[in-house]
């Protein structure tokens, strides 16, 4: 199923990344619709009593995003996206999964304990840029929501010498959302995401509500 997203998101960008602004002209109306690839170093917030945030971990994504201009200008817009996201932790919160029930504990001592996400982005952007019809090097910042549907998870740990893995949690929460924030010059661009929704759900760990969440810094790609 992963495979198969994938592949229809690929097909979709290509059908509609086609150059269109050629023809343009100074104080033309115009939009700047982007293929958009990020790379982020990413941590865990809020984590229960005793739990780090999270050793080294990442985010990959990447997409299309749709330009709606605002004024002639076209310097103040909307846009809305479809893309795809990786992420990848490794945590000290040890995950299992018994006759569809996840069981939390502490895995300060595992030897390694690691959990991979699959999920597709809808990101929605409010857009400030000093951009014109004619010039394609300018300044930007973007600020939105992206909504993320997860498609599929993995946690996997090693406790002496023995390796277990559970895929799809019945815990993980499927529909995540946080706020975003681009900002830069040109493609490269540093940006922000602060997730607004915990991983799980009706989870705890010693009576203690689990209300992990995301936080990711990076770099993000805007491509015509």
């Keep these: 199923m992963k495979n198969n997203i ?22 033309d109306k115009y ?18 009593t005793g739990i780090t945030r999270s050793g080294f971990s990442y985010s990959l994504s990447f997409g299309f995003l749709k330009d709606f201009t605002l004024n002639k200008n076209g310097n103040v817009a909307i846009a809305l996206g479809v893309g795809y996201g990786y ?8 995950v299992q999964e018994t006759n569809g029930n996840t069981i939390f504990d502490a895995g300060l001592d ?34 939105g929501i992206k909504f993320l ?21 019945t815990s993980f929460r499927k529909l995540q959302y946080g ?7 040109d493609e490269f661009n540093f940006n922000v995401y602060y997730s607004l929704t915990p991983l799980f759900e009706n989870a705890t760990l010693n ?15 805007y491509i015509l």
């Design 179 to 185: 706020l975003t924030l681009s900002a830069g010059y």
């Design 110 to 143: 595992l030897e390694s304990n690691k959990f991979s996400a699959h999920n597709l982005e809808i990101p929605i952007e409010l857009r400030w840029r000093t951009s014109t019809a004619r010039k394609y090097d300018f300044w930007r910042i973007y600020s």
């Design 87 to 94: 992420d990848f932790f490794n945590h000290q919160l040890k």
């Design 207 to 221: 009576g203690e509500d689990i209300n992990s969440s995301v936080i990711k810094f990076g770099l993000i790609f």
């Design 6 to 27: 994938l592949l229809l998101l690929l097909l979709f960008i290509t059908q509609i990344c086609v150059a269109q602004k050629d023809s343009l002209q100074l104080g």
């Design 31 to 48: 939009s700047e619709d982007h293929i958009y690839a990020s790379i982020s170093y990413a941590q865990l917030l809020n984590q229960p």
């Design 149 to 169: 549907y997860n498609f599929s998870n993995n946690f996997n740990y090693i406790d002496n010498s023995v390796s277990f893995s559970f895929d799809d949690v």
